[in-house]
């Protein structure tokens, strides 16, 4: 490849082989504290597919650090046997090994902290609202110590070198920011003194070290709140610690604990979040490397920075996640091929932030990968012929993964597109990754030599004259009639439901809608069904209240990071919301609209009613096959078992099409 994406860097002493590096990030796979197979598998599965450094994500540097339980255990040389499986495994692979040193100060978690949160002026954490402690001058020395235990420690494991985590808002950046640090001693004040905590940490690691042995640094910004960093700011500490030569490189990310959904942005963000604040840095480093982050996702956004020199080096982290082999599918030309990330937090934030070990939507084999040797396939001694009826994702991830085993695979889609309800999905604002994913699917089973039968749907005796060894099921669901909102009353019974002006999700996103000025959107899921489709409405022009039951707006989004800026979004298109709320009739120009909590009823006027209603599985195939040729041995995935989120669709596709 001609790309500068794939010219080496110099980083100290060590040479990256390309500039896409896997940032660091929890997975949260640690046993009892340890790294362990399901680490090691996930890391050397990155390492295979091409990424230059691997940051093995952040570890606590003593105990009031901690923040899950799938932390790597702080202080403990019983760390170190199952780190040096990993860099090893991973370094005779080609990659540098970086480990990530951290402390969040006023943010900790007192729970697994086990003692009050340290920090520089003991303001309160943003984690779970416990207050902090104002370190004393002897504590800000032992924290120092633990740093440059942790750093030896990470030697001694085999790692190249460390990163210390300075990035939204933890305990590095407290110190160097006046709004957290309000230190009257050498250690608060000034510039200077404000820079002495990174100063101290960063020399004696390099005095514990050596000179062969990298000291990156990570930091972020956040301007959409003050007492966070901004990026003159920024630019200053990075020109500091530039000056005096104390890092190697530094990285930078978006957002701060004070607003959770720039660290890791949805689909609600824009691409290339982080490039401007890696430029904004490059201006003022001169020796030291630069790194940008932060939703640079593909291959194009990847190319685009360093071409243009914004950055040394970029860090892709879910879009390795999703494709672990995105480095090298890039080298080779193969863009087309790399299976996107769709910006969802569903699988790796929205786990991490349960304190699971994470794993991905797109690719669940990711932390899985020790179990199922990643999503390299083993090819079949015995090809069979298998039909699978029904193209949403668990059909498609069925029928491919037949297909990579060597399988001879039919793929039958009653309907004019793939995708299922996915697709729906993916009409929706700013979910467009969504089918760029359904058309990387589509590319890949032609790839495979998949026969795809559009318009096709089976009846029970074509299926069994099909002759197949293997009968898969995917029919999906339909909307529900029957659904019923979070409080009563049923929908199926809701007075005024079968009035002309009532529509539903699939209506709405396929415009056999005709929906009128203003749209009372019922939202029972609290889902992309519920916002996506009101935020589609208002999209297209209409004014849409949403009444939900929930206590929030997207609920779901909420977990995943995203609710705020959806709200801003449907605020922004003039939407609104009623929450804690059920609709009880339907008067064809207004709605009953019941409060749950105080019961007090409201009439509001409107056009439409659009039902966002958790949709009924379609076993009609499924079970009709059952009846009458009992002798197929069917099997049923994805939303015609139960109503399923995508990513249990495409986990049961990936197991049972790996199974066959
Ligand atoms: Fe990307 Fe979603 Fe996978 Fe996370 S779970 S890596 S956001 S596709």
């Not at 779970?128 to 110590?145: A, K, N, Q, W």
Request: glycine share 10%; net charge negative; aromatic share 8%.
């Amino acid at each position: 490849p001609t790309s500068k994406l794939f010219e080496p860097l110099t980083l100290r002493h060590r040479t990256l082989r390309n500039r896409v590096n896997f940032g660091a990030h929890t997975a949260n796979m640690a046993e009892d504290g340890l790294p362990g197979a399901r680490h090691l598998g996930y890391y050397l599965e990155r390492a295979r597919g091409g990424a230059a450094m691997i940051v093995v994500e952040p570890i606590p540097v003593h105990q009031t650090a901690r923040l899950t339980r799938g932390n790597f255990r702080h202080q403990d040389d019983a760390v170190i046997s199952g780190f040096r499986r990993i860099t090893e495994a991973c370094k005779a692979e080609g990659s540098v090994m970086i480990h990530q040193l951290y402390h969040v100060g006023q943010h900790g978690d007192y729970d697994l902290s086990y003692a009050a949160n340290w920090s520089p002026s003991g303001l309160p954490s943003y984690h779970d609202g416990d207050g902090s402690h104002r370190m004393s001058d002897s504590e800000i020395e032992t924290i120092i110590s633990c740093f440059v235990e942790a750093a030896l420690r990470a030697q001694a494991s085999g790692f190249d070198g460390i990163e210390l985590f300075g990035a939204y808002h933890a305990l590095i950046d407290q110190f160097w920011l006046p709004w957290s640090n309000r230190r009257d001693d050498r250690w608060g004040g000034t510039f200077l003194n404000r820079m002495r905590f990174s100063t101290e940490i960063t020399s004696r690691i390099r005095k514990a070290v050596g000179d062969d042995f990298i000291i990156g640094m990570a930091t972020s910004v956040d301007e959409s709140v003050d007492a966070a960093m901004q990026t003159e700011t920024l630019q200053e500490i990075a020109r500091y610690h530039d000056e005096r030569a104390l890092i190697d490189y530094i990285t930078c990310g978006t957002g701060s604990y004070f607003d959770y959904g720039g660290i890791i942005p949805t689909f609600h963000y824009a691409d290339k979040l982080g490039a401007p604040y890696a430029e904004a840095l490059k201006s003022v480093c001169r020796h030291t490397r630069v790194q940008a982050e932060s939703h640079l996702r593909t291959p194009e956004n990847a190319l685009a920075v360093i071409a243009s020199g914004q950055a040394d080096m970029v860090s892709i982290v879910r879009g390795q996640i999703a494709d672990p082999y995105w480095v090298t599918k890039v080298a080779d030309g193969r863009h087309d091929e790399v299976r996107g990330c769709i910006s969802c937090n569903q699988m790796c934030w929205g786990r991490r932030s349960r304190d699971y070990w994470i794993s991905c939507l797109v690719n669940p084999s990711a932390g899985r990968e020790f179990e199922w040797g990643g999503d390299r396939f083993v090819k079949t001694d015995a090809p069979k012929k298998v039909l699978v009826v029904g193209g949403g994702p668990a059909g498609l991830e069925a029928a491919r993964v037949a297909a990579e085993r060597g399988h001879r695979v039919t793929l039958a889609e009653a309907g004019a597109q793939l995708g299922g309800q996915f697709r729906l999905a993916g009409m929706q604002p700013r979910r467009e990754q969504i089918l760029d994913l359904l058309a990387w699917y589509e590319r890949q089973l032609n790839r495979l030599g998949v026969t795809i039968l559009m318009n096709a749907p089976l009846d029970p005796d074509e299926i069994a004259a099909w002759d197949a060894d293997r009968v898969i099921v995917a029919t999906g669901s339909q909307p529900a009639g029957t659904g019923f909102q979070r409080s009563l009353p049923d929908m199926a019974t809701l007075p005024g439901v079968e009035k002309p002006n009532v529509w539903s999700v699939e209506n709405v996103m396929t415009r056999a809608a005709r929906l009128g000025e203003h749209v009372i959107l019922v939202d029972d899921t609290g889902d992309w069904r519920g916002l996506g489709t009101a935020l589609e409405i208002a999209r297209r022009g209409h004014r849409v209240t949403v009444v939900t039951g929930w206590a929030t707006l997207g609920e779901f989004l909420r977990r995943t990071g995203g609710d705020k800026i959806a709200r801003a979004r449907l605020r922004q298109a003039g939407g609104s919301w009623i929450t804690e709320s059920c609709v009880t009739a339907w008067e064809g120009k207004s709605a009953r609209v019941r409060n749950n909590l105080d019961g007090a009823e409201q009439r509001i006027a409107a056009d439409s009613l659009v039902l966002a209603t958790t949709n009924v599985a379609d076993t009609w195939l499924h079970d009709s096959l059952r009846e009458t040729h009992s002798e197929l041995g069917v099997e049923l995935i994805g939303d015609a078992l139960a109503p399923r989120l995508a990513v249990a669709a495409i986990y049961e596709g990936r197991v049972l099409g790996q199974s066959i």
